[in-house]
């Protein structure tokens, strides 16, 4: 017999499906980001090639998550959800189709400059490369610069479909993303060498846009060649993003200083930090990401209906699933870390010595894997409230911080110096998060939060579960 749910549940049956579409779509998009990883270790090894292909992504990511990336995804969701909630029927689809565009324009003149300046901007990032090595840099930014447009304004059809309740797309999408490039490390890599790479990174950029397309028409988006200014929503995303593009600079001038510490240091530095940095996300995607998205859309509609309670409730719940899952990712990474490297990418060009090198930084990027996950929820707990500066704030203060511990023990201790700096960071970074957020949302006050939640996990699957049997799954 079919028993009504109360309020309190609805929200966690949303959250439980497209949390369990995320996290396919997060796990198949890491598994696949790892074949990758383990045909390019093979291919290239741990080479200047390969660190100078790494190196290359650092100016593209900066103008992708100040404009778009993490900047944007964040606002859009409060403001589409606001929009749908209390506007007229289409206004987001309206709304939507005026960032698009907004996006559009933006990113490319960004990008444009940053064709131009390639060689300009080469020797910023890799000072530890030599003359013909930073040429070489940036005719690989040049091509990688193509990126942060169409995964630009991919950003805007995700969170839009995100708002609309489909999931699936957008989680399958950066899956898709990563197949080009593996494609581009067999076919094009033995001849073009790092410049097929980024080739395959352009043409799996266009494949995460084409790809969500279809849904997002189906799902009532219409490009419209304008942008409307007078719409109070552009404006208002505008205001939430400017806090945002401050944390996302901070973070990514932190990555900056790191790369061009690493460039410094013996041959291969910045390729093992980045695999290990890969592998430590491996289980933060589908197990911190997925549950912190999904729960974003339920937390921001909480909060648009001034229900502060419920949205306690579901942060507090939230946040319980994902440390419960992501501790004992963290302890595997920590104990198995050497075992799980040489698995994957311990052949063809990659040595044992680059195996024990990653390992090393693994063990200490999963040490603050937990924190990590936290931060997901605590974060988007505050973009509910439509609060961007306090953790913007928190977050600018937190990387300092992490560059500042690399450079002060990367002449003791090396490569090493730079997850410790990042780990130290994050944990504290949670720390204060949470005492910020604690007297602005019920439920999130004891320190009970941060202990696993065997019983927020169970109501998650079992949600999803009573869902299946219902029959109704829909897209999420």
């Known amino acids: 017999m079919y028993r009504p749910r109360s309020p309190l549940q609805s929200p ?29 270790a093979a291919r290239f090894g741990a080479t200047t090639d390969f660190d100078l292909y790494v190196a290359a992504f650092r100016i593209p990511d900066v103008v992708f998550m100040l404009i778009a990336g993490g900047a944007l995804g964040s606002t859009l969701v409060p403001v589409f959800a606001e929009r749908r909630e209390h506007g007229a029927p289409g206004a987001d689809a309206r709304l939507a189709s005026t960032v698009f565009n907004a996006i559009l324009i933006a990113s490319t003149a960004v990008s444009l400059a940053g064709i131009a300046f390639a060689p300009q ?31 630009g304004v991919s950003e805007v059809l995700s969170r839009y479909l995100n708002v609309r309740g489909h999931f699936t797309t ?74 945002r593009m401050v944390g996302q600079g901070a973070v990514q001038l932190a990555f900056i200083a790191t790369t061009r510490l690493a460039s410094q240091l013996p041959e291969g530095s910045l390729v093992v930090l980045t695999f290990a940095w890969q592998l430590m996300n491996l289980p933060l ?8 998205n999904a729960a974003l859309p339920t937390l921001a509609a909480q909060a648009a209906r001034g229900d502060l309670n419920a949205m306690g409730l579901t942060a507090r719940r939230t946040l319980g699933a994902i440390l419960l899952l992501i501790l004992p990712a963290a302890i595997v990474l920590v104990v198995a870390g050497l075992p799980i490297v040489r698995l994957l990418y311990e052949r063809g060009a990659f040595t044992p010595e680059d195996s024990a090198r990653t390992a090393v ?54 490569y ?34 941060f202990i696993p939640d065997p019983r927020a996990g169970l109501e998650l699957v079992s949600a999803r579960l009573g869902r299946f049997k219902r029959g109704g799954s829909g897209d999420n």
């Open 12 to 40: 966690f049956v949303r959250i439980a499906g497209a949390a369990l579409t995320l996290l396919v779509g997060f796990g198949l998009s890491r598994v696949i980001g790892a074949l990758r990883d383990i045909v390019l």
């Open 121 to 151: 901007l080469a020797p910023l990032i890799g000072a530890g490369f030599e003359p013909l090595e930073q040429a070489r840099l940036a005719l690989l930014m040049r091509i990688i610069f193509a990126q942060p447009v169409l995964l």
């Open 170 to 243: 957008p989680a399958l999408a950066p899956a898709l993303y990563n197949i080009p490039i593996m494609a581009a490390a067999i076919l094009l890599g033995p001849t073009l060498g790092n410049v097929g790479l980024a080739l395959g990174v352009v043409a799996g950029a266009v494949l995460y846009l084409l790809v969500q397309l279809p849904s997002a028409w189906g799902a009532g988006f219409r490009f419209r060649p304008v942008i409307d200014a007078r719409d109070p929503g552009l404006a208002q995303v505008g205001r939430l993003m400017v806090p």
């Open 285 to 292: 995607g589908p197990l911190g990401m997925a549950l912190g």
């Open 361 to 414: 930084a693994l063990a200490i990027y999963a040490a603050g894997l937990p924190a990590h996950g936290a931060i997901e929820i605590l974060t988007r707990s505050f973009y509910a409230l439509h609060d961007t500066r306090t953790p913007v704030a928190i977050g600018v203060a937190t990387m300092a911080a992490n560059v500042a511990v690399a450079y002060a023990l990367a002449g003791r201790l090396g």
């Open 416 to 449: 090493p110096a730079i997850p410790i700096g990042m780990s130290v960071g994050t944990t504290a970074e949670a720390i204060v998060l949470w005492l910020l957020l604690r007297p602005r949302v019920p439920g999130l006050a004891s320190l009970a939060i």
